[in-house]
């Protein structure tokens, strides 16, 4: 997967208000990309059933 | 002899001042002695509640000589992460933000620890904002006691020291995605993440809603069941929070025998786990066959994803809570935690959607495990504590990003994304003489059985009695 620039993170923070330069802006960069990475990774996953709650089902037993 | 008194554990010392061997003056001074001493160096309080504490103290010892009902810490001195509110008391949450901030109220698990009597001695350190990852902490580098050029985990960094060195009789710290179980792991303690539900997170201030446990660390594991069967249960104000199943204590003594242990194999036996490391977790797993429990490896696939679906949704939380202060305070964060913040704030809402189905995946993997197994067996982290050096270099890479804060998260953070139990024990050293943790998972509001497992290989090793070489 390509990986997002610099200059695109930066509007992407900009979009929601955020001040991103300098060595923020180049870890930020590969934080995200890092991020992108692993989760686009999932979708090698049968996650058919997995509805995303963040708690377990209440036991029906 | 102040030494030897501040080692003892808690519920011993309870038990000592109740029978009017030792006075909570002397215990008090104890602590303070041990900090004045040391924790210059290790920087594992933020605050110290000293004049308080020997007020406190003397309050407590007049208090046994009238008799009358004593509750279960009177007149034991403990320490909290700064991340809880105290009444009075300031509470920076690590971070120059909230350096001035000083609460009204206590937070439900400190009020309730006083309320049995226990006396804050203090305020831990932390990472800011218990999100991990800080690179200069406002309040000083916390340090491991075994070794000061070594971090000590996080984010109940403080926590973790104070528990291990003795800096307070035992502690309290918040776990979303290993922040009690870590720091116990490096520093040589005792930590248990109770089961999500359990324990109110009133008065604490959040990482990540779905995920935040207040729990112990202690010197201990009969500490750590004391202090959970004091600090567990409804408050009325969080909504969320179901009472015990069972006394946490009950089973504590009832040894291994007819327990099922399920040793994870990705963890044990993965790329990232140091030899030694992974070496020490068979050898605790061999000790409890030895104690009658029935052992066998169990796969758990999906658990070496687990750190960046943690990191994707935990920071994706995070990111919500602290937007309005990064958009106009931003660099009043530590850079550390203001990049983590916004990665986080920009990932697309696509991907953590689907971070959240592969939680449910993991969580089911999980759950189905301990249907099979009473206990899970992992190591706590597939390292022992490394260089404070390491964490400040610079990222160069995403696939260096993905190494330094995925990888290691992936063996805390499996019992976090599946809101079950997990409790961290010393279980060996390292050739170098650094702390291993072994990490125990159990099922969902079973800590008695989780206790039960953890006193039993406690009681059979010496791993939990050394003590760090502290000089002072």
Request: with cysteine; proline share 7%; glycine share 10%.
């Amino acid at each position: 997967m390509a990986e997002l620039s610099a200059a695109e993170v930066h509007a992407q923070a900009a979009a929601i208000g955020l001040l991103l330069e300098g060595e923020d802006l180049a870890e930020v960069a590969h934080r995200l990309n890092a991020f992108v990475e692993a989760l686009a990774g999932l979708a090698t996953l049968d996650l058919a059933a997995a509805e995303p709650w963040p708690t377990a089902p209440p036991d029906p037993r | 002899m102040s030494d030897e008194l501040a080692f003892r554990s808690a519920a011993d010392l309870a038990r000592l001042i109740r029978a009017g061997e030792v006075s909570p003056v002397e215990v008090v001074q104890a602590y303070l002695s041990r900090i004045d001493r040391f924790d210059g160096a290790l920087r594992a309080y933020v605050t110290v509640c000293r004049e308080r504490a020997l007020d406190e103290a003397r309050a407590a010892e007049a208090a046994r000589g009238r008799g009358g009902q004593l509750g279960p810490l009177h007149g034991v001195p403990f320490a909290v992460k700064d991340q809880f509110d105290t009444a009075g008391v300031r509470t920076t949450s690590g971070s120059r933000l909230h350096a001035l901030r000083t609460p009204a109220h206590d937070a439900t698990v400190v009020a309730r620890l006083r309320a049995a009597g226990g006396i804050l001695l203090g305020k831990l350190n932390l990472t800011e904002f218990a999100l991990g990852g800080t690179l200069t902490y406002p309040f000083g580098q916390p340090r491991n006691p075994w070794d000061p050029t070594r971090e000590t985990g996080g984010s109940s960094s403080g926590s973790g020291i104070a528990a291990a060195a003795a800096l307070a009789a035992a502690t309290l710290g918040e776990d979303t995605g290993g922040s009690v179980r870590s720091p116990a792991s490096w520093c040589g303690a005792v930590g248990l993440r109770p089961t999500w539900g359990l324990v109110p997170r009133s008065g604490c201030i959040p990482v990540a809603w779905s995920m935040d446990a207040p729990g112990p660390l202690t010197r201990s594991v009969e500490d750590a069941a004391l202090l959970l069967s004091i600090i567990a249960g409804p408050d009325g104000r969080d909504p969320w929070i179901r009472p015990a199943a069972s006394d946490p204590r009950g089973d504590l003594e009832r040894g291994a025998r007819g327990l099922s242990v399920g040793v994870v194999h990705e963890l044990v036996a993965g790329a990232d786990t140091e030899p030694e490391v992974g070496a020490a977790v068979r050898g605790a797993a061999e000790t409890l066959r030895g104690l009658g429990a029935a052992v066998a490896d169990v796969s758990l696939p999906l658990v070496p994803r687990a750190g960046a679906v943690f990191m994707a949704l935990a920071d994706s939380e995070a990111a919500a809570w602290h937007h309005p202060t990064l958009a106009t305070r931003g660099d009043e964060y530590d850079a550390g935690t203001r990049r983590r913040l916004i990665a986080a704030a920009l990932l697309p809402t696509t991907l953590a959607q689907q971070a959240g189905r592969a939680r449910a995946a993991i969580r089911a993997e999980v759950l189905d495990a301990l249907e099979r197994f009473n206990v899970l067996l992992a190591p706590t982290a597939p390292t022992a504590a490394p260089p404070i050096a390491g964490a400040r270099a610079p990222i160069r890479s995403r696939g260096e990003a993905a190494r330094r804060f995925f990888n290691r998260r992936s063996y805390t953070t499996p019992a976090s994304l599946a809101g079950v139990p997990a409790l961290s024990l010393p279980c060996g050293f390292t050739a170098s003489g650094l702390p291993i943790g072994l990490q125990l998972i159990g099922r969902r509001f079973d800590e008695a059985t989780l206790l039960r497992a953890a006193r039993a290989y406690e009681r059979a090793t010496d791993c939990g009695g050394r003590r760090p070489p502290l000089h002072g």
